[in-house]
Antibody, heavy 121, light 111 residues
Framework: QVQLVESGGGVVQPGRSLRLSCAASGFTFSSYAIHWVRQAPGKGLEWVTVISYDGGNKYYADSVMGRFTISRDNSNNTLYLQMNSLRADDTAVYYCARDRGRFSNWFFDYWGQGTLVTVSS | QSVLTQPPSVSGAPGQRVTISCTGS?????????VNWYQQLPGTAPKLLIY???NRPSGVPDRFSGSKSDTSASLAITGLQAEDEADYYCQSFDSSLGGAVFGGGTKLTVL
């Protein structure tokens, strides 16, 4: 069955960096675009970024543009999110979510369980 | 402020029908982009409920259905059950923002 397992969350000071990972199994990882979506505590969902099946196309929300970088390692079925210059409003549960297509069909058919990132001094 | 607007809460008694609205604009729903719906049970990750033109993933009961008109969309749940109590989110693509957008979420309470 399709599984997405995030890791790498934790408490980090403002201005510092953190890298999240998402390990995929149960499907052909290299055939699907993958997104990161986040949810601040007690708040709604916010799309963050997406990467195409081959890593050739990437798109970002304005709120993270220039600070976050999405990448993937298809040989190890793993997605990454490098987060730099973290701010308090980046505090959220970060979910990786599979798209239906190689590029983005802009919806999410499978989600991981999420990893919590807390930005605080 | 979310790009798509949903009511914060709705409620209904077991067996009843409820609808959740999702209002967008000419750069998302009104531009013809699909509206998708997700269910988030307390303490869990969101789950895809409806995608495209009211398509349901395997395992989602046909009590759930979606519709779209102009710049709005709706999720209908018939035969309400206690297990339906959750947060529901609509989602689409916005051409002005160049990415996916969500509604603020609607908390469904089964009375």
């Amino acid at each position: 069955q399709v599984q997405l397992v995030e890791s790498g969350g934790g408490v980090v000071q403002p201005g510092r960096s953190l890298r999240l990972s998402c390990a995929a199994s149960g499907f052909t990882f290299s055939s699907y675009a993958i997104h990161w979506v986040r949810q601040a505590p007690g708040k709604g969902l916010e799309w963050v970024t997406v990467i195409s099946y081959d890593g050739g196309n990437k798109y970002y929300a304005d709120s993270v543009m220039g600070r976050f970088t999405i990448s993937r390692d298809n040989s190890n079925n793993t997605l990454y999110l490098q987060m730099n210059s973290l701010r308090a409003d980046d505090t959220a549960v970060y979910y990786c979510a599979r798209d239906r297509g190689r590029f983005s069909n802009w919806f999410f058919d499978y989600w991981g369980q999420g990893t919590l990132v807390t930005v605080s001094s | 402020q979310s790009v798509l607007t949903q009511p914060p809460s709705v409620s209904g008694a077991p067996g009843q029908r409820v609808t959740i609205s999702c209002t967008g604009s000419s750069s998302n729903i009104g531009a013809g982009y699909d509206v998708n719906w997700y269910q988030q049970l307390p303490g869990t990750a969101p789950k895809l409920l409806i995608y495209g033109k009211s398509n349901r993933p395997s395992g989602v009961p046909d009590r759930f259905s979606g519709s779209k008109s102009d710049t709005s969309a709706s999720l209908a749940i018939t035969g309400l059950q206690a297990e339906d109590e959750a947060d529901y989110y609509c989602q689409s693509f916005d051409s002005s923002l160049g990415g996916a957008v969500f509604g603020g979420g609607t908390k469904l309470t089964v009375l």
